[in-house]
């Protein structure tokens, strides 16, 4: 059966790194490769299970740094020690049943979104298709002038584009527009049977017209048809973007921990 695994483990975000000039190398593990890259002179691997036997297999590689992706007890046995903790990001489980992602919702945001679809003015659409290096340049520097302004790091546009060229069919557009004006778009990135939401941008009529919850309950409702089971939407910061994570708690997803970073010295 095929396995959820993080955007940093998949196999379009490391083609895209290695178009990128930042090539990492793939080892083979008990329960699948592992991708690692080299950072601040050390190396560093991304783990997407808890496998003791792939943790031992990184110790022997000599393999330094360890992105947990759950917290294991095998990490201390090897001798490494946590120097990170533990991050949580929202996951989002889909169901080709609407009424089932309906259920899900906290009822405050399925009210937004009910009252949203009521108020959607006319000539105004809700679209889907695969992102267009070309057709879509507009939206990378549009979500680009928008982190600048809003002071937030997002991904950089060259890894957007790089992935795209790696896996044509990977990066998917969802669009509010009106008059066929872009209002409003969220990018995902679909590896293996999940969808990792990648960059967004909306306008202030975006804004008004409830475009996150519109475009999300597109996404929600259109990729199961793409064999997408997981849909994960990010960090959850409670401290710095409470909204933030109120939206994404709110849509449906539940919060998972992270297994932090752990360092061993050799």
């Known amino acids: 059966m095929e396995t959820a695994q993080s955007l940093q483990q998949s196999e379009v975000f490391n083609a895209a790194l290695a178009r990128l000039g930042r090539a990492p190398s793939r080892l083979p593990l008990p329960d ?6 080299r950072r601040f002179g050390l190396s560093l691997a991304t783990r997407p299970r808890d496998c003791p036997k792939a943790y031992a297999a ?16 095998a990490l201390s046995e090897l001798g490494y020690r946590q120097i990170l903790q533990p991050a949580h990001i929202a996951e989002l489980q889909l169901s080709p049943h609407e009424a089932a992602l309906r259920a899900a919702m906290h009822p405050k945001w399925r009210r937004s979104l009910a009252r949203f679809e009521a108020d959607l003015p006319a000539r105004s659409t809700l679209s889907h298709r695969a992102f267009d290096p070309e057709r879509d340049a507009w939206l990378l520097k549009a979500e680009a002038k928008q982190a600048r302004a809003r002071r937030y790091r997002s991904y950089p546009a060259a890894l957007t584009l790089a992935m795209s060229q790696a896996s044509p069919k990977a990066l998917r557009l969802f669009t509010l527009s009106h008059d066929d004006r872009p209002q409003a778009a969220m990018l995902f990135v679909l590896h293996g049977i999940r969808a990792t939401y990648h ?16 475009l ?6 259109e990729l199961p048809a793409r064999r997408i089971t997981e849909l994960e939407l990010g960090l959850i910061d409670t401290d710095d973007g409470a909204p933030l994570a109120r939206f994404k708690l709110g849509s449906g997803a539940r919060p ?8 061993r010295l050799f």
Do not use: V, Y
């Open 216 to 221: 999300m309950w597109k996404a929600m409702r």
């Open 58 to 73: 990184l110790a022997k590689k000599r393999i330094r740094l360890i992105n947990a992706e759950s917290e294991s007890a």
């Open 32 to 37: 699948g490769p592992a991708f690692i890259l």
């Open 256 to 263: 998972r921990s992270l297994g932090g970073t752990w360092a």
């Open 199 to 214: 960059i967004g941008w909306t306008s202030a009529e975006g804004r008004d017209h409830g475009a996150h919850w519109l």
